[in-house]
C-alpha cells in the first residue's frame, strides 16, 4: 500500500513569489495533516482536517497561508507571497480518524516532505 | 504553549554502546510517542506510550513513561549504525486540541561502525 505522497519534494522560489504543495494521503486516511519542520526543530502542526473539515487551524498564519482539502482525500498548502523565514521542510500526515474522540492518539503516518527554500 | 525539552541534542557514540535519551516537559500528556526521522524522510512512529509508569520495549529500545504522564525516556541497547537518525519525543494534548501532537526538538543519533 502506497504511503503518503507530496510533491513536489523540493522548491526554490524568490521572496515574494507563490508557492503551493500537495499532498495524496494514505487511502481511507480521513484525517490530514499539515506540519512545517524549521531547521534543528520538530515539526509544527499548521492545520489539521477531518475530511474536508479543517478542525484545528490556529497556528496556520492565515495572511499568508491557505490550505484546502476539497473532496476530503488529497490537500494543498499555498503561501503567497513567501517570505525568507518560510524556507522549511514541509510535512503532511494523515491517520485513519477512527479512534472517535479517544485520548489515544492515532498514529500518523508522515510523507518525506517538501523542502522549500526562499531566496 | 506546552514545550517538550529533549536531551542531549546530540549524541554520537560507538557501536555496541548503550545510550539514554530523555524528553521532558512542565505538561502533563494524555499520551506520548517515540518517533524516529531519517534525512530526506519524514518521522516514523516507534512506539506510543500511554499509562504513567508505562515501560514498552522494541527489540533493543526500551521507552519508559513517567509516572506523572510528563517525562519519557528511550534507552538503546548495544547501539548499531542502523540505529542513527532524529529521534523526536511528541506528546498528545489532553484538553480541546484533541489530537494535535507537540513535538521536542529532537536528538540527533549517530552510530559509528
Known amino acids: 500500500e502506497a504511503g503518503v505522497v507530496q510533491s513536489p519534494r523540493y522548491k526554490i522560489i524568490e521572496k515574494k513569489q507563490p508557492v503551493a504543495f500537495w499532498c495524496n494521503p494514505i487511502?481511507?486516511?480521513?484525517?490530514l495533516y499539515w506540519y512545517r519542520q524549521n531547521l534543528g526543530q520538530g515539526p509544527e502542526l499548521l492545520i489539521r482536517?477531518?475530511?474536508?473539515?479543517?478542525?484545528?487551524d490556529s497556528q496556520l498564519p492565515k495572511d499568508r497561508f491557505s490550505a484546502e482539502r476539497l473532496k476530503g482525500v488529497d490537500s494543498t498548502l499555498k503561501i503567497q507571497p513567501a517570505e525568507l523565514g518560510d524556507s522549511a521542510v514541509y510535512l503532511c500526515?494523515?491517520?485513519?480518524?477512527?479512534?472517535?474522540?479517544?485520548?489515544?492518539?492515532?498514529?500518523?503516518?508522515f510523507g518525506p516532505g517538501t523542502r522549500l527554500l526562499v531566496l | 504553549t506546552q514545550l517538550l525539552e529533549q536531551s542531549p541534542q546530540f549524541l554520537s557514540i560507538q557501536e555496541g554502546e548503550n545510550l539514554t535519551v530523555y524528553c521532558n516537559s512542565s505538561?502533563?500528556?494524555?499520551?506520548l510517542q517515540w518517533y524516529r526521522q531519517e534525512p530526506g524522510e519524514g518521522p516514523v512512529l516507534l512506539v506510543t506510550v500511554v499509562t504513567g509508569g508505562e515501560v514498552k520495549k522494541l527489540k533493543r529500545l526500551t521507552f519508559q513513561f513517567g509516572d506523572a504522564r510528563k517525562d519519557s525516556s528511550l534507552h538503546i541497547t548495544a547501539a548499531q549504525p542502523g540505529d542513527t537518525g532524529l529521534y523526536l519525543c511528541?506528546?498528545?494534548?489532553?484538553?480541546?486540541?484533541?489530537?494535535?501532537?507537540?513535538f521536542g526538538r529532537g536528538t540527533q543519533l549517530t552510530v559509528w561502525p
Open positions: 511528541a506528546g498528545a494534548d489532553r484538553g480541546s486540541t484533541l489530537g494535535r501532537l507537540y
Open positions: 505538561s502533563v500528556f494524555s499520551s
Open positions: 487511502s481511507g486516511h480521513n484525517t
Open positions: 500526515a494523515s491517520s485513519p480518524g477512527t479512534s472517535g474522540g479517544s485520548y489515544i492518539q492515532e498514529t500518523q503516518y
Open positions: 482536517y477531518e475530511n474536508e473539515e479543517a478542525v484545528d
